[in-house]
T-cell receptor, first 113, second 114 residues
């Protein structure tokens, strides 16, 4: 079964802090995604990647960087965290072939004080 | 501007009733519409999906009805069970474009009372 893991599961930082969220998938999927989930907005795409070294901009990229180091690992970086980035972050992966299904991780709750 | 809209925001039904969740979209190029189910503390998981070439898709107690002309979909959950209590997200994609992006609605929180 598809497996996407995220770490940490919870994170508290201060305004201006530096945060890295990690995601690993063991599905051998080509595509990986970072979303944020906020009440009233559903899931919004921040960045995505279709392979190691590739990065594509999503719908809400401001204030976020991302890096795909291997096929398995995708990182989301907040270099100067702001309270507006307090949210629930999900990573997902998909095959990118004939299946459009995205498999989601359990999420990371980030609080920026 | 939200490209995918869902209503209602929250819905409560009794066990055994049919829950109807609504979704509409704006972009006529969207041709793939998955519904994701999310339980508290978990990530969303694919429940059922439909392509725009079909007007209905069934999977057990879950049925999607699709009206391409009106750009509307609905998810019907028949014989609702307390275990169906979750948040349901409608999403849309132009699956043939190769971008693999999903546009999600804001979700409907369903509560099934025993």
């Amino acid at each position: 079964e598809a497996a996407v893991t995220q770490s940490p599961r919870n994170k508290v930082t201060v305004t201006g802090g530096n945060v890295t969220l990690s995601c690993r998938q063991t599905n051998s999927h080509n595509y990986m995604y970072w979303y944020r989930q906020d009440t009233g907005h559903g899931l919004r795409l921040i960045h995505y990647s279709y392979g190691a070294g590739n990065l594509q901009i999503g719908d809400v990229p401001d204030g976020y960087k991302a890096t795909r180091t291997t096929q398995e690992d995708f990182f989301l970086l907040l270099e100067l965290a702001s309270p507006s980035q307090t949210s629930l972050y999900f990573c997902a992966s998909s095959d990118g072939g004939s299946s459009y299904e995205q498999y989601f991780g359990p999420g990371t709750r980030l609080t920026v004080l | 501007q939200q490209q995918v809209r869902q209503s209602p925001q929250s819905l409560t039904v009794w066990e055994g009733e049919t829950a109807i969740l609504n979704c509409s979209y704006e972009d006529s190029t969207f041709n793939y519409f998955p519904w994701y189910q999310q339980f508290p503390g978990e990530g969303p998981a694919l429940l059922i999906s439909i392509r725009s070439v079909s007007d209905k898709k069934e999977d057990g107690r879950f049925t999607i009805f699709f009206n391409k002309r009106e750009k509307k979909l609905s998810l019907h959950i028949t014989d609702s069970q307390p275990g169906d209590s979750a948040t349901y997200f409608c999403a849309a994609s132009e699956a043939s474009s190769g971008s693999w992006q999903l546009i999600f609605g804001s979700g409907t929180q369903l509560t099934v009372m025993p």
